[in-house]
């Protein structure tokens, strides 16, 4: 039933009182969500868009899914919030579904926490691995992302924090950038990279971890599959990388924020490559499909046995809320009786089929890569390079108008979908795991005439619609 609501009102309390970010107020346009069920949201002025990137690669089961929602009901009939200094049924629930069931009794993993974002599980992570090794540095991919507090925007692998206002051309970082205790290493190379020996990126990693000396390295964090840079690495990315965190003796932790609870055909990205495992895991998103604020670090048993025994004086308001961990045990539980990863493998496989035949018609398609329900299409011009030349390492400054992923987020939102990137030339497609083949269909044939326009704008060919 739909209620009428004073959009204009809210337009007005939203621009003068909301703290916006990205845009600055004078290009500010107001897009107002009215509702949302499941693969689809509803704008305030009635048009209806399919949501081919869950929002943020985050609501993985599509929105408001009966059985998170039925389960947040019910805990709502008996829980408000509970301090983490007290048990409650579902955090033990929560614990026992990431713990045994997804990640299987004779993993890696020991223990979990949940918390209220993917920033709090990567700022506990990376304390953790600080308090473990006792030592301070942290190595950090270039083009990752990590989050919105001061550490975890230390850790991030790109610059500019403002543009300023009056200068749209001007990068400003938080003052401290670069920062102390966060050192860049290389963006990993992409999947389609001709290796000729060992990865350049390696090598260096190397080289800045002799410099540093591994004594005062505590871990290397990385994302197995970027995700806001939006890269699939080098089949021989992940195993070199940790095999430099084993030799070193230092730790690895493994951002799955964006990628975890399955969003790559496996409940965990590292799971494309054989024989790794983390020593302390952080994830978010696609824990409950973000019915509510989440996050969660999983560590592996003998760091988990470290902290038990110890007394770590480390508590949030929000640990383990049972809400939060309701949403969770909804989500998982749905996830495992329906087999979520075998389908998130078909409906891959789908998705990329339909992707590859766009391949031989746009000439501004240069690679497409990814895993499971997350593909990327990176866009190039007609030397084959990257139309807007700092790519990721852009710092979102002057006309982002005439960004491909800006061109192709318009053309396809005039067809009904939702759909575009974060990085200027590359398009991320992350649907919701419940996609349909029709909905894949729309969404690969809006694409197709966005990049229409992308052709005719940057390879002089056709005429723009
Ligand atoms: C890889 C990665 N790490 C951490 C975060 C931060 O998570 P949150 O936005 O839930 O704080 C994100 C968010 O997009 C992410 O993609």
Not at 1 to 11: G, I, T
Not at 13 to 26: E, G, I, K, V
Not at 114 to 129: I, K, L, P, R
Not at 426 to 454: E, H, R
């Amino acid at each position: 039933m739909s209620e009428k609501r004073d959009w204009a009102q809210l337009e007005r309390w939203d621009r003068n009182y909301y703290l916006h970010s990205t845009q600055a107020a004078a290009e500010h346009v107001f897009t107002a969500v009215d509702s949302m069920e499941g693969n689809y949201f509803t704008l305030s002025d009635g048009t209806r868009l399919l949501d081919f990137q869950s929002q943020l690669i985050s609501d993985s089961m599509g929105h408001r899914h009966p059985a998170i929602h039925g389960e947040l009901k019910r805990a709502m009939e008996r829980y408000g919030h509970v301090l983490f200094g007290l048990a409650n049924e579902y955090r033990a629930r929560a614990a026992k579904l990431i713990v045994e069931d997804v990640l299987g009794p004779n993993s890696w993993a020991g223990r979990v926490r949940v918390f209220a974002s993917g920033t709090d599980a990567v700022e506990c992570a990376v304390n953790m691995a600080r308090l473990y090794t006792r030592r301070t540095v942290i190595l950090t991919q270039a083009h990752s992302f990590h989050g919105m507090v001061m550490g975890s925007t230390m850790m991030r692998g790109y610059r500019n924090n403002l543009t300023p206002p009056g200068d749209l051309n001007a990068v400003q970082d938080v003052p401290g950038f670069p920062p102390h205790g966060y050192i860049p290493i290389p963006p990993p190379e992409p999947e389609d990279y001709q290796a000729n020996g060992p990865l350049p990126s390696i090598v260096a990693t190397e080289q800045i971890l002799r410099a540093l000396g591994p004594e005062n390295v505590a871990g290397v964090i990385t994302e197995p599959m970027l995700g806001g840079g939006g890269t699939f690495p080098h089949k021989d990315y992940m195993p070199a990388l940790v095999g430099l965190a084993r030799k070193y003796g230092i730790l690895w932790i493994d951002d799955e924020v964006i990628t975890g609870f399955g969003r790559l055909g496996e409940w965990f990205g590292y799971q494309h490559w054989p024989g790794i495992a983390p020593d302390i895991l952080a994830g978010g998103k696609g824990a409950n499909s973000c019915a509510l604020p989440v996050g969660v670090v999983v560590a592996s048993k003998p760091i988990s046995e470290h902290f038990e025994r110890a007394r770590w004086w480390s508590g949030s308001t929000w640990d383990g809320h049972p809400l939060v961990c309701a949403t969770i045990v909804g989500n998982l539980e749905y996830m495992l009786a329906n087999n979520m990863i075998q389908q998130v493998r078909q409906k891959s496989a789908y998705l990329r089929e339909r992707l590859d035949t766009l391949k031989p018609k746009h000439p501004s398609i240069g690679r497409i890569s990814g895993r499971g329900l997350f593909q990327v299409i990176d866009l190039v011009n007609r030397e084959g390079k990257p139309i807007i030349p700092e790519d990721r390492f852009s710092a979102f400054t002057g006309d982002l108008s005439e960004h491909p992923n800006v061109i192709v987020y318009k053309e396809t939102g005039k067809r009904g979908v939702f759909l575009g990137g974060f990085t200027p030339n590359t398009l991320k497609l992350g649907p919701p795991f419940t996609v349909s083949q029709d909905d894949i269909d729309l969404a690969v044939d809006a694409l197709d005439a966005a990049l229409d326009v992308v052709d005719a704008k940057y390879h002089g060919r056709g005429k723009p619609n």
